[in-house]
């Protein structure tokens, strides 16, 4: 009999790949986890308990067939698991990198709460799309039919990225419309390269381009193009445009010198990783460089932040976040990595306004706060205590209280276009479409910021309700 691959999670610990050392990795911008052996990935893959009810499975937006990948890959059968990931999760290489897997999968996983350490899944779907693309198993789409009906995208981030996959794999004709000089939305610009190296990113864009998607960069819709143009170009459109607008700050000097946008100091940072001119970088605007930083939020644009600027050399980088560590938005995961890396998070902590000398910023007047009674949603709200104010010296301050959607229906002179009350484009769950015909909208212009898994969830959703309709239209027949 063959000896059982699974269920050795009595006998087997938990191990991460190998993590660099933090001094090294303060370094430079790559990843900060290896990779692992084939061995090492099919001893851990080993250790999932093949649960009959896979919570794992059920708190992944994309429902991936996790328990079934594991088996495989225990099994030394790389190649079907990576055929079983790839068909529920478009960019699974992506999202074992950057999913928040100690909030979804791996919080979820049986063995853990029975307190064996959960399975290291998001490394293990990394380890065996990397493969994949290593042994040429990634290929570019063929489809074997093309298709008369064409499909307009707005925005080149993970929803439409998504989309446009499952639509030109049907043989549909696909356009993706996007302002950047380069596709793949935040993936690109917005998260650092020590959680997603961007060539990781390139080589999908790419692998669509091979596979004939289409894309117009450098292309803002309501500048250089109007939607109705789109509209009229294509049968379907597709807004995936995600939410670009940073919350602010109020206080007095929320405006001096010194005061950026997260939005603004990543972007900086992954161009100059690019091997871009980056002028704000180089004049010091968007650059941590000799700076004390003292970051504003405590999610995951704001643990983005803090880990960049230790990368660029700042003295010191700190992080606000009004509740306790308990109660923040952002990974755990990445709470550790950046502590090891030198940030110090100032726990219950608010901005009340800012110091500023000769309109220069120079730094935070914070005020200290305590968790009183339970919200609407079940959290602690935060108080203020009165008489502990105090304040903290800081060269460069970044706002990372998250983003909200642009005005589109006034953008694209389309004011048909229906809002809800935040600003986000409403779309019926499940089929995305919008009020206006053959409309569609996906990912965080219609949820609000969110995750790029949610945003690969919906684009496919949308895709298999174009497919539908291709799929059930009544057929012509040309007359003789």
């Known amino acids: 009999m063959a000896k059982q691959p699974m269920l050795k999670f009595v006998t087997v610990g938990k191990e991460m790949?190998?993590?660099?050392?933090?001094?090294?990795?303060?370094?430079?911008?790559?990843?900060?986890?290896?990779?692992?052996?084939?061995?090492?990935?099919?001893?851990?893959?080993?250790?999932?308990?093949?649960?009959?009810?896979?919570?794992?499975?059920?708190?992944?937006?994309?429902?991936n067939n996790i328990p079934d990948w594991l088996k495989l890959t225990a099994e030394g059968r790389l190649r079907e698991a990576y055929e079983v990931s790839q068909a529920t999760n478009t960019f699974?290489?992506?999202?074992?990198?950057?999913?928040?897997?100690?909030?979804?999968?791996?919080?979820?996983?049986?063995?853990?709460?029975?307190?064996?350490?959960?399975?290291?899944?998001?490394?293990?779907?990394?380890?065996?799309?990397?493969?994949?693309w290593d042994e040429g198993w990634v290929m570019p789409i063929a489809p074997s039919v093309e298709r008369p009906e064409s499909v307009g995208i707005i925005g080149a981030g993970p929803g439409g990225l998504a989309a446009a996959d499952m639509l030109r794999r049907a043989g549909l004709q696909v356009t993706i419309y996007d302002r950047y000089d380069r596709a793949g939305g935040l993936l690109t610009y917005g998260i650092p390269g020590f959680k997603l190296e961007k060539d990781v990113v390139m080589r999908r864009n790419k692998l669509l381009a091979d596979g004939g998607v289409k894309f117009e960069l450098n292309t803002d819709?309501?500048?250089?193009?109007?939607?109705?143009?789109?509209?009229?170009?294509?049968?379907?459109?597709?807004?995936?445009?995600?939410?670009?607008?940073s919350r602010d700050l109020p206080g007095p000097n929320a405006t001096a010198t010194g005061m950026v946008r997260a939005i603004d100091y990543l972007t900086a940072s992954n161009r100059k990783s690019f091997g871009d001119a980056v002028p704000e970088f180089d004049n010091g605007e968007l650059n941590a460089e000799g700076k004390r930083i003292v970051v504003i939020g405590g999610g995951d644009t704001a643990m983005d932040c803090v880990r960049t600027a230790t990368r660029q050399g700042a003295t010191s980088v700190k992080c606000l976040y009004r509740r306790d560590r308990a109660n923040m938005p952002g990974s755990q995961r990445e709470?550790?990595?950046?502590?090891?890396?030198?940030?110090?998070?100032?726990?219950?902590?608010?901005?009340?306004?800012?110091?500023a000398t000769n309109d220069v910023v120079d730094g935070v007047l914070v005020q200290k706060m305590r968790l009183g009674a339970p919200d609407v949603t079940g959290r602690q709200s935060p108080e203020v205590i009165e008489g502990a104010d105090y304040i903290e010296g800081a060269d460069m301050v970044i706002k990372a209280l998250g983003f909200e959607p642009e005005d589109l229906p006034t953008l694209w002179d389309m004011p048909e276009l229906a809002v809800t009350r935040w600003g986000t484009i409403k779309a019926k769950p499940m089929t995305h479409e919008t009020d206006l015909e053959n409309v569609f909208a996906v990912g965080d212009i219609v949820r609000g910021a969110s995750l790029v898994v949610w945003a690969i969830r919906d684009g496919r959703e949308a895709a298999e309700t174009i497919l539908e309709r291709v799929m059930s239209a009544p057929k012509t027949v040309a007359a003789e």
């Open 17 to 63: 790949p190998e993590k660099r050392a933090a001094d090294q990795r303060k370094e430079d911008f790559a990843e900060i986890y290896g990779e692992y052996a084939r061995e090492k990935a099919a001893e851990q893959a080993g250790r999932c308990s093949q649960c009959g009810v896979p919570y794992c499975q059920s708190h992944c937006p994309l429902h």
């Open 92 to 132: 699974p290489e992506i999202c074992g990198r950057i999913c928040p897997q100690d909030r979804l999968c791996e919080g979820n996983c049986v063995i853990e709460q029975s307190g064996h350490g959960t399975v290291t899944i998001g490394s293990v779907e990394k380890y065996i799309t990397d493969t994949a």
């Open 335 to 355: 709470v550790q990595n950046a502590e090891e890396e030198g940030v110090e998070f100032v726990w219950l902590s608010a901005p009340k306004g800012f110091n």
């Open 221 to 245: 819709v309501g500048q250089d193009i109007t939607l109705a143009e789109i509209r009229e170009e294509h049968d379907f459109v597709i807004i995936a445009t995600g939410v670009y607008k």
